[in-house]
């Protein structure tokens, strides 16, 4: 158990739709990061805060939001569907965010647009 | 551009034999750490082990080594005494110190199959 929580673990909507992934990260981590993995793009870099500030952003759609909030739980709306959006989304966190810093993953949510 | 390459699509092992996953990298950046992770087929990330590019010894846990070869810009994962419960896709990563981005960047991963 890597202390990572991420509701709900599976989610199956339809195409136009909204969604909201759920992360919390470990206790007295302050670094949350998302990531999106499919089977053709691999392992992708959406987007990392820290302590409840955006820190950097990778290839995340503008369809796509995210925050992290004051208890630093964090929250990943994806708008809009599409058949593509469908993959398995990560959240990890770490202490903070040096080089050193191992990620741990909760265990994913697995989104199916149909 | 940093990037990561593991170029071995499938490996296959025995049980108790050893098995060598490759990785190598490539940045310009001076800092960074390298790390290996495995999923299992139940599909969560665990994290495994950590070389970080000034360290002067190659990282180990337990049945796990890095074989850390800067000059190469190779990290390959030396797993020990293979259990049938380490078949797994395995990923090897990089996080670059500059930047104050924690992002990790992953290679297309490594899938093993331990044989009894």
């Known amino acids: 158990d890597s202390g990572v929580t991420q509701t709900p673990k599976h989610l199956i909507t339809a195409t136009g739709q909204r969604v909201t992934l759920r992360c919390s990260p470990r206790?007295?981590?302050?670094?949350v990061y998302w990531y999106q993995q499919s089977l053709d793009q691999g392992l992708q870099f959406l987007i990392q805060?820290?302590?409840?500030?955006?820190?950097a952003k990778g290839n995340i759609l503008e369809r796509f939001s995210a925050q992290q909030f004051p208890d630093l739980h964090s929250e990943l709306n994806l708008s809009s569907l599409e058949l593509g959006d469908s993959a398995l989304y990560f959240c990890a966190s770490s202490h903070g965010d040096g080089a050193n810093q191992p990620q741990h993953f909760g265990d994913g949510t697995r989104l199916s647009i149909l | 551009a940093q990037k990561i390459t593991q170029t071995q699509p499938g490996m296959f092992v025995q049980e108790k034999e050893a098995v060598t996953l490759d990785c190598t990298y490539d940045?310009?950046?001076?800092?960074?750490?390298l790390f290996w992770y495995k999923q299992p087929s139940s599909g969560e990330m665990i994290f495994l082990i950590y070389?970080?590019?000034?360290?002067?010894q190659n990282a180990t846990e337990g049945r796990y080594s890095l074989n850390f070869q800067k000059a190469r810009k190779s990290a390959n994962l030396v797993i020990s005494a293979s259990q049938l419960g380490d078949s797994a896709m395995y990923f090897c990563?990089?996080?670059?110190?500059?930047?104050?981005?924690?992002?990790?960047?992953f290679g297309q991963g490594t899938t093993l199959q331990v044989k009894p």
């Open positions: 990563a990089m996080r670059e110190g500059r930047g104050n981005t924690g992002k990790l960047i």
């Open positions: 940045t310009s950046d001076p800092s960074y750490g």
């Open positions: 805060y820290y302590n409840g500030e955006e820190r």
């Open positions: 070389q970080g590019s000034y360290d002067q």
């Open positions: 206790s007295g981590d302050l670094s």
